[in-house]
């Protein structure tokens, strides 16, 4: 087994250090603090600098933390509290609708799924936490899009790749799509993504009513459809259920 690298082993240090302390510091400090000479700490924080994990004053040319480390540990937090407090709603849905139950966050242009309960039935079934599903064909990624303009206005038409012949693959198609989301509050997906199978998802919502997720079912087209083709009254009703509760454990007053 190959060991440590020594360069990442001393950036990981810098960052600590910086991370301790309340004031920016500068190079000779940082190499004093971890017996660095002088050049190696000042090459660490620039190959740093060029990756937004620390920032460099102006003015004083001491170092602090970067916004994009920053971003990614409120990710970190944002998405573990999410999952955390939807657990038991999750498994709640699951039993509930006797379907499978997913929970998805944005993720440079993709749904992230972060939690995953299986069907709860004897057959055999794949886990996709960590999986990335399209934003455009699945009920997760409509919902994420309808509620947040800013990722729906990065997804370029031509990235609106077909699954199957029910995808949409068109613009206006897709923001007709999310008008009717916003407009009834739920997504669907019946066969857009894999042939055979449906689901509904609605947002969740957090402090001040901001949208931090969606959760969702899947399952087969025959249990999750009615006979007209649309998602049963019942599921969407079931999965509503679990969105709000979620909402209000993250601080949501009413919705």
């Not at 700490?41 to 060029?50: N, S, V, Y």
Request: neutral net charge; contains cysteine.
């Amino acid at each position: 087994m190959p060991g440590p690298i020594q360069s990442i082993e001393r950036a990981a240090a810098i960052l600590r250090l910086l991370a301790d302390g309340s004031r920016r510091l500068g190079v000779s400090e940082i190499a004093d603090s971890l017996g660095l000479a002088r050049g190696t700490a000042h090459g660490i924080l620039r190959t740093l600098q060029g990756v937004g994990f620390v920032e460099q004053d102006d003015e004083t040319g001491k170092y602090q933390l970067g916004a994009r480390l920053l971003h990614l540990g409120t990710s970190y937090l944002d998405v573990n509290e999410l999952r955390s407090r939807a657990i038991n709603w999750a498994d709640a849905l699951a039993a509930r609708s006797g379907e499978a139950v997913r929970l998805g966050t944005l993720l440079e242009g993709k749904v992230l799924v972060v939690h995953h309960v299986f069907r709860p039935d004897d057959t055999l079934q794949t886990l996709d936490v960590g999986a990335l599903l399209p934003l455009h064909a699945s009920a997760l990624g409509k919902v994420l899009l309808a509620y947040d303009a800013n990722a729906a206005a990065a997804l370029r038409a031509d990235l609106l790749e077909p699954y199957t012949r029910r995808t949409i693959t068109s613009a206006k198609a897709l923001a007709r799509a999310l008008a009717e989301v916003r407009e009834t509050g739920w997504a669907a997906e019946v066969e857009e993504m894999t042939v055979g199978e449906a689901g509904v998802a609605l947002p969740i919502r957090g402090h001040g009513g901001l949208m931090v997720g969606a959760i969702g079912i899947s399952g087969a087209v025959e249990r999750v459809c009615d006979g007209k083709g649309q998602p049963k009254s019942t599921l969407v009703t079931y999965v509503r259920d679990a969105a709000r509760a979620v909402s209000r454990d993250l601080g949501v007053s009413r919705w």
